[in-house]
């Protein structure tokens, strides 16, 4: 023991100091001396926070409830950058620029019943449109970090499939393009999401551009068969004189009666088209003014309705007017009335007034052009 005066060292347990006999007294614990920081308790804790944050994280990612919910909102709130950073995620490979999303949407409300379709992802079960096309569903993902699964929500894209025709075709879609020979089968463009669309068509030096509606697919593909007007060469003038006197050939006058046998003629092809969805019933059956401004249209709009599971039955026609136009074209104003059966099964009878403009060639009328028609 330290004695306090003099500093001497004295033996344990001495009471007084052998050198100058000062009371010693016993050291002293320091107060507040501070213990040692246990910094591996607090590696841990920041770990264990860590590892909590993944697993909400991906807790919360692969959650179809919270996929659904966040879907459901884009939809509602028709939330274009919320789509558009969902496809980028998804399905980049998609279009989306704001015309396709806006046309994405106007599907939704046109072909989908909204409230099912979020039931349906609930409940687990595939969501169609009225057409039968798949329209989302949830698909099992792998599991991550081997804890983490579930479910993923997939919307279904439409594959498009170009048919050539005839030549060497180029098809450019949204971004997309493809180039087919006539001999070549069929490929796909790419997939894309359901709406309309334009696209343009090239066949040497004739460009067109169509439109596809690719509401009305089924099993969620699309055949186009993309056609072009090719314009005509100029036939060569033929003598048809035999000598001096010959007579001189004469078309004769198309009267009203021979427009309306030929509109029933055409209006019956037509309504088969849609019925049968083939579009080479028009030149079969030598209708069509192959020269003429609505004749892909004609074609187009026909295999449109088909595909969008309408079916007609065609029953009355009258001409209201008729009229020569101008050279070998007539206008005709033309009472029709069709049975219309759309794709939920009901029929019912309309009446429309259609306005066309025929040519007249080799003694038979060809339809030229479809102006419009007017139900009434």
Not at 85 to 91: A, I, P, R
Not at 123 to 145: H, I, S, Y
Not at 218 to 229: G, H, K
Request: charged share 30%; net charge negative.
């Amino acid at each position: 023991m330290t004695c306090d005066k003099c500093g001497h060292v004295s033996p344990n347990g001495s009471r007084f100091c052998i050198k100058c006999g000062a009371p010693l007294h016993a050291p002293r614990e320091k107060v507040g001396q501070e213990k040692p920081v246990r910094k591996g308790l607090w590696v841990g804790v920041a770990v264990l926070v860590v590892l909590l944050a993944v697993h909400f994280f991906l807790q919360q990612k692969y959650s179809p409830e919270a996929q659904i919910e966040q879907f459901e909102k884009t939809v509602l709130a028709k939330d274009k950058a919320q789509l558009k950073s969902f496809l980028k995620e998804k399905m980049p490979d998609v279009p989306r620029t704001d015309d396709i999303i806006n046309e994405y949407f106007a599907y939704l409300d046109e072909q989908v019943d909204k409230d099912a379709m979020f039931s349906s992802l609930r409940a687990n079960q595939e969501v169609t449109d009225r057409f039968g096309n798949k329209v989302a569903e949830m698909v099992p993902v792998k599991k991550t970090l081997g804890l983490y699964g579930g479910y993923d929500l997939k919307l279904n894209a439409v594959n498009v499939i170009v048919e050539p025709v005839y030549g060497e075709q180029t098809v450019s879609m949204s971004g997309k393009k493809l180039t087919l020979k006539e001999e070549e089968k069929p490929a796909s463009i790419g997939t894309f999401l359901p709406g309309s669309y334009d696209a343009e068509i090239v066949v040497g030096d004739v460009k067109e551009t169509i439109t596809i509606d690719l509401a009305g697919a089924e099993s969620n593909e699309m055949l186009i068969q993309p056609e072009v007007t090719i314009p005509e060469e100029e036939e060569p003038e033929v003598d048809f004189s035999i000598d001096e006197k010959a007579d001189t050939v004469e078309e004769a006058v198309p009267t009203e009666a021979d427009a309306e046998a030929f509109l029933r003629e055409y209006v019956q092809t037509y309504v088969d088209v849609v019925n049968t969805g083939n579009t080479n019933l028009f030149d079969y059956r030598n209708v069509v003014d192959a020269s003429g401004k609505s004749y892909n249209e004609i074609k187009r709009d026909a295999r449109s309705i088909h595909d969008k599971g309408i079916r007609e039955e065609f029953v009355s026609l009258w001409a209201e007017k008729f009229f020569h136009n101008s050279g070998n074209y007539y206008r005709v104003n033309a009472r029709v009335t069709y049975v219309i059966g759309k794709a939920n099964g009901s029929w019912e009878e309309k009446e429309f007034t259609e306005y066309y403009l025929l040519t007249w060639q080799d003694n038979q009328f060809y339809m030229h052009t479809i102006y419009d028609a007017e139900p009434q």
